[in-house]
């Protein structure tokens, strides 16, 4: 079946440090793919999302590119902020369904 | 807009019971989604319901069940409580009505503690 696999965290950066945190995923489709934020205490929110191959999904100045080849959707953010700090968690949905498969989660601090 | 909503936001039973949890969605949304989260099996897919029928279903046992009402409302029930039960139950609503995946929205989810 469908399978999401997330880089292990936690994850501690220094605030403006470079962010990576990888996904690859195992899909018989053509899933969509999604990056969630959860914060402290509260449910999920979804950060980007990309629907095909070599699309770029990007918001608050975070980004990942659905890459078929090497089935991944890295997320990445050039410069991080305390704000940040939150568990990411990496999902795909196969063929336009609504239920999402989703990695273990990568839990980020950042430290000022 | 008011977002999801999930009631109760904490409850603690005991093993054996059973227990009923609700869910809101956003005005206008009839697709209706629960998840459970475990530190250890991470978040899992329970079932979605649309329009009343149960759409989708994940890989739990029969204990697990849910609903929807007529106004989109969900519930969902789990019988004969078991300790690994433990979890953060989340609802999530969309506007989708088949053939493509629309934006979940999530609620705060509900904490269940087994004792």
């Known amino acids: 079946g469908d399978s999401v696999t997330q880089m292990e965290g936690p994850v501690t950066l220094s605030e403006e440090a470079f962010l990576t945190i990888n996904c690859t995923y195992t899909a018989t489709g053509y899933p969509s793919l999604f990056w969630y934020v959860q914060y402290p205490g509260e449910g999920l929110q979804l950060l980007l999302k990309a629907t095909k191959a070599d699309d770029k999904g990007s918001n608050k100045g975070f980004e990942a590119t659905y890459r078929k080849e090497t089935t991944s959707f890295h997320l990445e953010k050039g410069s991080v902020q305390v704000s940040d700090s939150a568990v990411y968690f990496c999902a795909l949905s196969d063929q336009g369904a609504q239920k999402l498969v989703f990695g273990q989660g990568t839990r980020l601090t950042i430290n000022p | 807009k008011a977002g999801v909503t999930q009631t109760p936001r904490y409850l603690i039973k005991t093993r054996g019971q059973q227990v009923t949890l609700s869910c809101s969605p956003i005005s206008g949304h009839r697709s209706v989604s629960w998840y459970q989260q475990t530190p250890g099996q991470g978040l899992q897919f329970l079932f979605e319901y649309f329009s009343e029928t149960q759409r989708n279903k994940g890989n739990f046992p029969g204990r697990f069940s849910g609903r929807q009402f007529s106004n989109s409302r969900s519930e969902m029930n789990v019988s004969t409580l078991e300790l690994g039960d433990s979890a953060l139950y989340l609802c999530?609503?969309?506007?989708?009505?088949?053939?493509?995946?629309?934006?979940?929205?999530f609620g705060p989810g509900t904490r269940l503690t087994v004792t």
């Open positions: 999530a609503s969309s506007l989708s009505t088949g053939g493509l995946h629309y934006e979940q929205y």
